[in-house]
């Protein structure tokens, strides 16, 4: 082996870089930093497919440990005096095309969740004591620096998190629906939705009927509405929505504060036979959205929870990982976990997460949530009483939309024209950032024209590649089998490929039990291999990534 070899990376298109070790074994510590694509670096030791260098040029880590190639995909590649021994391609290489924009998940959940958290429409008008609030009434929402009476004494952080905690006690649903609206019009249109730089290649909506918050009862408040003399608590425990009911609308309407529907005497009766007494008043139902990401050694799942800081939990850093100071956390909770075993329910359209096990696959490249501090699983973990059930994002927001996320906790019928407002708001919300991120596809993108676009019928379908994107309303495209390119409104156009594939149950299903068995390959092998088989779209677009 020359003393001198030189390597380029070729891998880490996607996710900032490879993976960078102190040493040779795989178990050996990460560093922080990655090796960009495009680096060149001189070989210091190779043994087997690991690879110690000295960086030459380029980005990452001054040394380290690196692998040469992930299963059949060369990570690295030697340099020759002509430039590059390329292997034959299974496909031509156009070097004018470009990838598309990542848009990480985490960017779009803090977008959504200042559109849509909106204050309370009620202020504290005296703190009566540490567990009890008086509240008067407001004609608009109020915010953090409003919201508190001048003479309170709580300290800073203390009137952060209760201030989030009370807006985040309610609405789930709606908060989830205007999120997976977002992540819908974003994925169906071909943007690269990614978790630190890994993509992501489903989307599934979580729920819960039972996610218990007993241990935050000891320190959550009451709200005294003066003239009733009426004390709601601040979680929505079944109990408590039971309670507002039957205090009447009046009551409702001066806190602002209604009932969904389905919270009757026949859901008290259903709990408790199913959970047992404990459920009214220990528990919540919830919504949250899960995000399935292709990592380099297998598939984990990245949940994020609008409404976090309603039970306790905050995100604590920021899009670009700077830890955020105590107090400013902000309000939204996202959490990392292995991919969990599905099995389809009888319901259509929904699973049900195993209470065997997780999958017993640990990708290397995530950083899995602490399990004590995720309560959304407390009854899969712990052996509680209670399920979780996903639904695919298209079947939710079909649902959704179709009329029945409208029973909300609304005071009166005379709401619901302001929640339809509020639907086609999050609709124009979602479609802004999606025409948003395409006006700056690059030149060289690769883009397919909408099947309900307003276009000749001759250009449906059809793909192409930017020639000019200069940020404006349309774009000059080479379609493809069109001899001159054409103008193209932005919003007739999406992504191409489409990279999220919303599986089927039974899909789905197959998955999980895919990942259960390359986790024991794995162990048996004594190393770990991403999976073999994706579907074929996906595996297109996996290789033009990594490529």
């Known amino acids: 082996m020359p003393a001198q070899q030189k390597w380029k990376v070729l891998g880490g298109a996607v996710s900032g870089g490879i993976l960078v070790r102190t040493g040779k074994e795989l178990g050996s510590s990460r560093l922080a930093d990655r090796l960009g694509k495009g680096a060149v670096v001189q070989e210091l030791q190779l043994s087997g497919d690991r690879l110690r260098y000295r960086l030459l040029s380029g980005s990452g880590p001054p040394e380290g440990w690196v692998s040469v190639k992930l299963g059949d995909k ?100 709606t908060w989830t629906l205007a999120l997976a609206l977002a992540l819908k019009e974003l994925s169906d249109h071909g943007v690269v939705l990614a978790h630190e730089g890994k993509p992501v290649v489903n989307i599934v909506v979580m729920n819960t009927p039972t996610m218990d918050i007993g241990d935050l009862l000891p320190t959550s408040v009451e709200f005294l509405e003066p003239i009733s003399g009426a004390r709601i608590p601040m979680f929505s425990t079944p109990a408590s929505q039971l309670a507002l009911r039957a205090l009447g609308s009046e009551v409702q309407e001066r806190l602002g504060w209604g009932v969904a529907s389905m919270f009757d005497e026949q859901l008290r009766k259903n709990f408790v036979d199913e959970f047992g007494d404990s459920s009214l008043t220990h528990t919540v139902p919830h919504w949250w959205i899960a995000a399935i990401v292709q990592g380099y050694y297998g598939r984990y799942m990245v949940h994020v929870d609008l409404c976090g800081p309603a039970y306790g939990t905050f995100c604590g850093r ?225 290789r033009s990534l990594y490529a």
């Not at 995720?374 to 059930?389: D, K, P, Q």
């Not at 639907?423 to 993108?445: C, D, T, Y």
């Not at 490929?497 to 039974?506: D, I, K, N, R, S």
Request: one cysteine or more; proline letters at 7%; a negative charge.
């Open 74 to 173: 060369e990570l690295l590649q030697r340099c020759t005096e002509q430039g590059f021994a390329w292997k034959a391609q299974s496909r031509p290489v156009d070097e004018d095309i470009v990838t598309p924009p990542v848009y990480e998940i985490f960017d779009l959940a803090q977008n959504v969740a200042a559109m849509v958290q909106i204050g309370p429409k009620f202020r504290v008008s005296k703190v009566c004591n540490e567990k009890l609030l008086e509240v008067s009434p407001s004609e608009e929402s109020v915010g953090p620096k409003d919201f508190w009476p001048s003479d309170c004494t709580f300290s800073v952080e203390k009137r952060h998190y209760l201030y989030w905690a009370i807006v985040c006690c309610s609405s789930c649903d």
């Open 318 to 542: 920021s899009s670009g990982g700077k830890r955020l100071p105590m107090g400013q956390e902000l309000p939204l909770d996202i959490f990392v976990t292995p991919l969990w075993l599905m099995t389809p329910s009888a319901t259509k359209h929904l699973f049900l997460l195993s209470s065997a096990a997780w999958v017993d696959f640990v990708p290397e490249d995530a950083r899995f949530t602490d399990l004590d501090r995720i309560r959304h699983f407390r009854c899969l973990v712990h052996g509680t009483t209670g399920y979780v059930a996903a639904t695919p994002l298209p079947q939710y927001v079909d649902d959704k939309l179709g009329g029945s996320w409208l029973h909300l906790r609304t005071p009166s019928p005379e709401a619901i024209p302001d929640l339809k407002f509020w639907q086609e708001q999050w609709q124009e919300m979602a479609s802004f950032i999606r025409v948003s991120l395409l006006k700056h596809f690059l030149p060289g993108s690769l883009v397919q024209v909408r099947e309900d676009a307003s276009v000749d019928e001759e250009l449906i379908g059809k793909v192409g590649k930017i020639l000019a994107s200069s940020g404006s309303e349309s774009m000059r495209v080479q379609i493809d089998g069109i001899t001159e390119p054409v103008k193209v409104e932005v919003c007739a156009l999406r992504g191409f490929p489409q990279y999220v594939q919303y599986f089927t149950l039974a899909e789905m299903q197959h998955e999980a039990m895919l990942m259960s068995a390359y986790s024991q390959q794995a162990a048996d092998a004594g190393r770990m291999h991403p999976p073999d088989r994706l579907p074929d779209t996906l595996e297109a677009y996996l």
